[in-house]
Nanobody, 123 residues
């Protein structure tokens, strides 16, 4: 399985950006996929996840109401719509996937990781 991220960019505070993560080589329809992020000098932490079977979602408190995660099951592609971006959202964002399990936003564990994509929020 490979996770291919896209959508890196630089935006001003209050702006929007959409990240996508395509999972190739995936043979199971039961998985949990989401995003973690790591800011300079900080540990990597969970941002959001979505489960493939029931579409249930979870968000870190810091992004609730601003970020929306969605999943196109037919394409095995997950999207993160990020609105009202703040400088504190600046980080490298990593796509992560767990097969037949739950992606835990509070544990830095996944079966597969993407290479990361840079998001910069600055005026």
């Amino acid at each position: 399985v490979q996770l291919v991220e896209s959508g890196r960019g630089s935006v001003q505070p209050g702006g929007s950006l959409t990240l996508s993560c395509a999972a190739t080589g995936l043979t199971s329809d039961d998985y949990s996929i989401g995003w973690f992020r790591q800011a300079p000098g900080k540990e990597r932490g969970g941002v959001s996840r979505i489960n493939s079977l029931d579409g249930s979602t979870s968000y870190a408190d810091s992004v609730k109401g601003r970020f929306t995660i969605s999943l196109d099951n037919a394409k095995n592609t997950m999207y993160l719509q990020m609105n009202d971006l703040k400088p504190g959202d600046t980080a490298v964002y990593y796509c992560a996937l767990v097969i037949r399990g739950l992606l835990n936003l509070y544990s830095d564990f996944a079966d597969y990781w993407g290479r990361g994509t840079q998001v910069t929020v600055s005026s």
